[in-house]
């Protein structure tokens, strides 16, 4: 079988290696779809802090099982699956207190173990969520980034009811909107600098879509919510202006999530956090139970993935996924690599 390593920044290869055999516990996996998303270009730029090269990547994935190791139970052959891509230690304190998610020892596929870009893959059944047999394998490669999403949205408690803000209308400020609205949400509005990236929300039925460049956000925000603002903002864009729109314009004692991963040290002004006793959240990746409501969401029609994909390549035409990507950086919102017909 064909596997694609990424050599160094900028160069992949394809290694014809054997069909791994699945060990007792384990499943071999028929890839079918990968998607491409920021840390991978990360990866790709060789600006992904804890990554080396060779690296194999895909850790948004889906596939077919194709074989089932001797002590397997409760799947079968042929089944579509998604694969959760974290590998942790089970003994550190967040381990053993269900927040595996956040394990000292963390690695995840495709950065720091073996990714599942290749034709078969075979890995721990524990790891494997059967996907419904009508969604399609490109919306299965795309539950891993609804499940940050959920996981993100998830961390305010239950958001029925509630008046949210989302900041940055990329791909996952995209699913944070629409699982927040799936999830029950009232009025959900999304700011973005980007008319392409609002009109995608807006065709994702976003309530709200506002061009920071062209309203203030804080006026933007009055007008959504009236004086009492909104509950909660999700940053989804994660910089010094829109962390900076996020603690000047949050209402007194509500809750600001940072969803995005800051690029550089961050200069916020923390008095103001202080003054208005803003409670400031963080959210790392997702559980097995963020999987679950992800499948559930896009089943229930309340998660729309298809108007996200901007965009198919052969599992050949890895590296000009990329350079798509690089050359259309404002108008990709997520980008699938087609494993195998
Ligand atoms: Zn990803
Ligand atoms: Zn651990």
Do not use: W
Not at 224 to 233: E, N, S, W
Request: contains cysteine.
């Amino acid at each position: 079988m064909l596997q694609q390593v990424m050599t160094k920044p900028g160069e992949i290869i394809f290694k014809e290696v054997p069909i791994p055999e699945p060990g007792e516990h384990q499943v071999l996996v028929k890839i079918m779809d990968i998607g491409i998303c920021g840390s991978d270009i990360h990866v790709y730029h060789g600006e992904h802090p804890f990554t080396s090269y060779p690296v194999t990547q895909g850790h948004e994935v889906s596939g077919a099982i194709a074989k089932l190791g001797a002590k397997v139970e409760g799947l079968q052959i042929g089944q579509k699956v998604t694969i959760e891509p974290q590998v942790y230690c089970n003994t550190c304190y967040p381990c053993r207190h269900g927040k595996y998610n956040l394990c000292e020892e963390l690695k995840v596929m495709g950065f720091q173990t073996t990714g599942t870009a290749s034709e078969f893959f075979a890995v721990d059944a524990s790891k494997v969520t059967p996907i419904p047999e009508e969604m399609s394998f490109e919306e299965g490669a795309m539950i891993e980034p609804l499940a940050v999403a959920v996981h993100g949205v998830k961390q305010v408690g239950d958001v029925t009811g509630m008046n949210l803000v989302v900041i940055g209308a990329g791909p996952i400020g995209n699913l944070v909107a629409q699982a927040a609205k799936g999830m029950g949400a009232a009025k959900v509005m999304i700011t973005d600098v980007s008319d392409l990236r609002l009109e995608k929300a807006r065709e994702c039925g976003i309530d709200l879509c506002v061009n920071t460049m062209k309203q203030d956000f804080g006026t933007a925000m009055l007008e959504a919510f009236g004086p009492d603002k909104a509950d909660v903002i999700y940053d989804c864009a994660g910089n010094n202006i829109t962390m900076g729109q996020a603690i000047k314009h949050a209402r007194k004692g509500s809750i600001i999530v940072l969803v995005a991963v800051f690029a550089q040290m961050a200069e916020v002004d923390l008095a103001v956090a202080n003054d208005h006793e803003l409670d400031l959240k963080s959210t790392m990746m997702y559980r097995h139970e963020d999987y679950l409501d992800a499948i559930a969401l896009v089943k229930d029609e309340r998660v729309q993935l298809r108007p996200l994909i901007s965009q198919t390549f052969a599992f050949q035409d890895y590296l000009k996924a990329y350079q798509y990507i690089d050359n259309n950086r404002e108008t990709t919102m997520k980008v699938i690599i087609h494993v195998q017909e």
